[in-house]
């Protein structure tokens, strides 16, 4: 059994930063690759960046390096440290967690879902 717990989001200005934190229990944490997605109203759930089990990095190319992920599998958590955040970036921002080292971008890959935080950012 494994369990995801996001928080962190918020409401913030065009340009302003928030931290988003990820939680995990159950599985072995540390073998597990964390993909960061993002859902925005009428729009299908989109890949926005992952780091594998060996602390390898990858985004996607929206976000055009102003987010950054980073894990401490001390505490069992993920970061996504959002900077520079854009009213494009409005969304409810999922943690995944799936039964390999390697990352995806393909939400079906993921076997373990997060309940999700919402991110808003006004113009």
């Known amino acids: 059994q494994v369990q995801l717990v996001e928080s962190g989001g918020g409401l913030v200005q065009a340009g302003g930063s928030l931290r988003l934190s990820c939680t995990g229990s159950g599985r072995t944490f540390s073998r597990s690759a964390m993909g960061w997605f993002r859902q925005a109203p009428g729009k299908e759930r989109e890949f926005a960046g992952a780091?594998?089990?060996?602390?390898?990095?990858y985004y996607a190319d929206s976000i055009k390096g102003r987010f950054t992920i980073s894990r401490d599998d001390a505490k069992n958590t993920v970061y996504l440290q959002m900077n520079s955040l854009r009213p494009e970036d409005t969304a409810v921002y999922y943690c995944?967690?799936?039964?390999?080292?390697?990352?995806?971008?393909?939400?079906?890959?993921?076997?373990?879902w997060g309940q999700g935080t919402q991110v808003t950012v006004s113009s």
């Open positions: 995944a967690a799936r039964n390999s080292a390697s990352y995806s971008r393909g939400p079906s890959d993921y076997d373990y």
């Open positions: 780091i594998s089990g060996r602390t390898i990095t």
